[in-house]
């Protein structure tokens, strides 16, 4: 399933994100099933300790992640639709 990831932060644990981001980047390589799969990279939000990314996740993948960054890192996972199957289901459901 794809989602619209929305991570936020404390300012103060950016320095703690960011060592965390080069054995994050070993994990996924190793292991790249473990986690989600990025569909549109990681976006700052202006003048925000927010961040966006759409992925693409099981469930499982999805705890891994919040576990992974955790304390850190909140996370909000949206689940997002192709717009044409949408309208393709409603179009069955009449």
Same mark, same amino acid.
């Given at each position: /399933?794809?989602? &619209?990831?929305? /991570?936020?932060?404390?300012?103060?644990?950016?320095?703690?994100?960011? $060592?965390? $981001? =080069?054995? +994050?980047?070993?994990?996924?390589?190793?292991?790249? !099933? =473990? +986690?989600?799969?990025?569909?549109?990279? !990681?976006?700052? /939000?202006?003048?925000?300790? =927010? %961040?966006?990314?759409?992925?693409? %996740?099981?469930? $499982?993948?999805?705890?891994? $992640?919040? &576990?992974?960054?955790?304390?850190?890192?909140?996370?909000?996972?949206?689940? &997002?639709?192709?717009?044409?199957?949408?309208?393709?289901?409603?179009? =069955?459901?009449?």
């Amino acid at each position: /399933m794809k989602y &619209i990831s929305f /991570m936020e932060y404390c300012l103060e644990d950016v320095d703690k994100i960011l $060592e965390k $981001e =080069k054995p +994050y980047m070993e994990e996924t390589r190793k292991f790249p !099933e =473990k +986690y989600a799969k990025s569909l549109f990279p !990681e976006h700052g /939000m202006s003048g925000e300790a =927010k %961040a966006f990314e759409v992925i693409e %996740a099981t469930p $499982e993948q999805l705890i891994n $992640e919040v &576990i992974f960054w955790m304390p850190e890192v909140k996370f909000k996972f949206v689940p &997002i639709f192709e717009s044409s199957k949408v309208t393709e289901a409603y179009l =069955k459901s009449k």
